[in-house]
């Protein structure tokens, strides 16, 4: 059974960068046609997809994020990380690692991380 945790600062200030990492056992982040995505739920609002890095190392993003957001992975330690640049007080969300088939849809992923509460502010 694979199982993802999320692991990060709860706390970020405004301007500053927001860094994410999930780690990944029971499984291999290299596992073919696998991809690994991040989502966000703002407080009072549904799920937002905010990218994925594939299982040959290629990333994706919501276009909307895109110029701030950047996915990496380090293999070795069956990790895959989360970069958000410039965060604002709009930022403040609970951020999930999930895992499965690629889609925009973050319904469709089959694991889930128990999720981090991360909160922008000064």
């Known amino acids: 059974q694979v199982q993802l945790q999320e692991s990060g600062p709860g706390l970020v200030k405004p301007s500053q960068t927001l860094s994410l990492t999930c780690t990944v056992s029971?499984?291999?982040?290299?596992?073919?046609?696998?991809?690994w995505s991040w989502i966000r739920q703002p407080p009072g609002k549904g799920l937002e997809w905010m990218g994925a890095?594939?299982?040959?190392?290629?990333?994706y993003y919501n276009p909307s994020l895109k110029s701030r957001t950047s996915i990496s992975r380090d293999t070795s330690k069956n990790q895959f990380t989360l970069q958000m640049s410039s965060v604002t007080p709009e930022d403040t969300a609970v951020y999930y690692c999930?895992?499965?088939?690629?889609?925009?849809?973050?319904?469709?992923?089959?694991?889930w991380g128990q999720g981090t509460q991360v909160t922008v502010s000064s």
């Open positions: 890095i594939s299982y040959s190392g290629n990333t």
């Open positions: 029971g499984g291999s982040i290299t596992t073919n046609y696998a991809y």
């Open positions: 999930a895992a499965g088939r690629f889609s925009l849809s973050p319904n469709v992923y089959s694991y």
